[in-house]
C-alpha cells in the first residue's frame, strides 16, 4: 500500500482498495466511490493501511473458515446461516481495506447455498419428527399391551423388566431424539404415565392378594406340619394319618419358596420318623423269616418224594403231613420271596391231585359197568356177524360176505379198544 504524500491531490496517489490523505485518514474503493474507514495517528502511511488491511484479511478468514464448514459439514445449514448473515453486515461498511465486494459476494453464494441446504434439513426434520413420534408411539403401545394383561396370569418379573426397558428407551428417545410438538409430546407421556400407573397398580394388587394366599397357605401348611409331628409316638401305624395328611398339603397351596421349603423339611422329617419305624419292623421280620424261609425250602426238597410214591395213597399221606408242617412254620417276609415258595409247593399238589383225578376216572364202577355192558353188546354183535359170514360163505353171496367181514372187523376193533 502507499500513501498520498503532502504535495499530491488525494486523488493523485491510490492504491487498488485504498489510500492515505496527508493527515492520515484512510479510504477504501468501492466501486468508483472511496469510502472513509478511519485514521491511524502517529503512524506512516503504509502503517495505517496494513492495519486496516488486516481488519480485511480477519474478515477474509472468517469468510473462508466459513465456506469450509460448509463444505465439511461440521455443522448443520441452519446453524451457519445466521453466522453468515452477521457477517454480511460486518463486511458491509467494515473499518477495513480490501474488495469488501468480493467477500460480500463470496457470502451471497454461500448464504444461497445455504438456504437450499437449510430447506433440505427442514424436510428431514419434518421426516425425523414423524418417524420419531411413530417410534414414541410404538413404545406407548408396548407398554400399554402390557397394562392390558391379565394380573393373575402376568409373568411380573419379565413384565417389570420390560417396563423398565420401555422407560429407558423413552427417556432416551427424549433426551437424544428430534423434538416431538409440545402437544404431541404430552399426549403421548399422558398415556405412557396411565399406562405405566395401571401396571403399578395391578401389581401391587397381585402381590397384596399373594401375601394373603401365602399367608393362608403358609398357615394351612403350619398347622399340618404339627399334626404331623404329633403322630411320632404311633411310628408306623401313623402311616394312614399320615399319608391323608400329604393329601391335604398337596391341596394346600403354596406359601412362597422359602416358607414351603421350611415347613416341607419338618413334614417330611416327620414322615421319615414313620416311614423309619415301619423300614425297622420289616427289617425285623425280613431276618426273622431267614430260619422259616430255610425250613420251607427243606419241605419242598422233601415234597418231591411225593411224584415219586406209586402209591396214591401214600403219596397223599406224605404230601399232606408236609403240608401241615409248611403251615406251622407260618407266613414269611417278602411277598415275591412267599409267593415263590407257595408256588412250589402248589405245583407238587397240583400233580398229586391230577395223578388221583386219573386214577378216579379209571376205576369208577359206573364206568366200569358201562365199559361191560358195552363189551357184552359187541361181543354178541360179534357171534351174530360171524354166524351170517358163514351162512352168506355157504350162499356164494360174496358182496355180502364181504361187507360183513368190514362190519366184524370193526366190532373186534372195538372190542379190543374197550379192552384195552
Known amino acids: 500500500w502507499n500513501h498520498v504524500s503532502s504535495h499530491t491531490e488525494p486523488n493523485e496517489a491510490v492504491q487498488p482498495w485504498g489510500r492515505v490523505d496527508d493527515d492520515g485518514t484512510v479510504y477504501v474503493r468501492e466501486g468508483a466511490e472511496w469510502r472513509e474507514v478511519g485514521q491511524y495517528p502517529d503512524a506512516s502511511a503504509d502503517e495505517a493501511l496494513a492495519y486496516f488491511a488486516r481488519k480485511f484479511s480477519d474478515l477474509a478468514d472468517k469468510v473462508t473458515l466459513l465456506e469450509q464448514r460448509s463444505k465439511r459439514g461440521g455443522a448443520t445449514a441452519s446453524e451457519l446461516a445466521p453466522t453468515v448473515r452477521q457477517l454480511r453486515a460486518d463486511v458491509v461498511g467494515a473499518a477495513a481495506v480490501g474488495d469488501l465486494a468480493k467477500l460480500d459476494a463470496r457470502l451471497e453464494v454461500l448464504a444461497d447455498s445455504l438456504k437450499e441446504a437449510t430447506a433440505l434439513e427442514a424436510a428431514a426434520s419434518r421426516e425425523a419428527v414423524v418417524d420419531a413420534a411413530r417410534e414414541r408411539e410404538a413404545i406407548v403401545e408396548a407398554v400399554e399391551a402390557l397394562a392390558a394383561q391379565d394380573p393373575q396370569k402376568t409373568q411380573w418379573k419379565t413384565t417389570t423388566q420390560q417396563l423398565n426397558d420401555a422407560f429407558a428407551k423413552w427417556q432416551d428417545h427424549q433426551q437424544n431424539g428430534p423434538r416431538l410438538p409440545k ?129 396214591l395213597a401214600k403219596a397223599r399221606a406224605l404230601l399232606t403231613q408236609i403240608q401241615r408242617e409248611w403251615d406251622e412254620i407260618g407266613r414269611i417276609f417278602g411277598r415275591d420271596q412267599e409267593r415263590s415258595l407257595d408256588d412250589g409247593m402248589r405245583r407238587i399238589e397240583q400233580a398229586l391231585r391230577g395223578r388221583e383225578d386219573a386214577d378216579w376216572k379209571a376205576n369208577d364202577p359206573r364206568t366200569k359197568a358201562r365199559a361191560n355192558d358195552m363189551t357184552q353188546q359187541l361181543e354178541d354183535a360179534i357171534t351174530k356177524l360171524e354166524a351170517e359170514l358163514e351162512a352168506a360163505k355157504a350162499a356164494g353171496n360174496a358182496p355180502a360176505a364181504k361187507k360183513l367181514e368190514e362190519s366184524l372187523a370193526a366190532r373186534k376193533a372195538w372190542l379190543g379198544a374197550l379192552g384195552a
Not at 223 to 250: C, F, H, M, S
Not at 264 to 282: S, T
Open 183 to 311: 402437544a404431541d409430546a404430552q399426549a403421548l407421556w399422558k398415556r405412557f404415565r396411565n399406562a405405566r400407573t395401571t401396571i403399578e397398580r395391578h401389581r401391587r394388587e397381585y402381590f397384596a392378594e399373594l401375601d394373603d394366599t401365602h399367608r393362608a397357605a403358609r398357615d394351612a401348611k403350619t398347622r399340618l406340619v404339627e399334626r404331623a409331628e404329633a403322630l411320632a409316638p404311633k411310628g408306623e401305624d401313623g402311616i394312614t394319618a399320615y399319608r391323608g395328611l400329604l393329601d391335604e398339603w398337596k391341596a394346600s397351596g403354596r406359601a412362597g419358596k422359602r416358607v414351603d421349603d421350611t415347613l416341607w423339611a419338618r413334614f417330611k422329617a416327620a414322615g421319615d420318623a414313620l416311614y423309619g419305624a415301619r423300614a425297622e419292623r420289616d427289617a425285623e421280620e425280613a431276618a426273622d423269616s431267614l430260619p422259616k424261609i430255610e425250613a420251607k425250602k427243606a419241605l419242598l426238597e422233601q415234597a418231591k418224594a411225593v411224584a415219586d410214591e406209586a402209591d
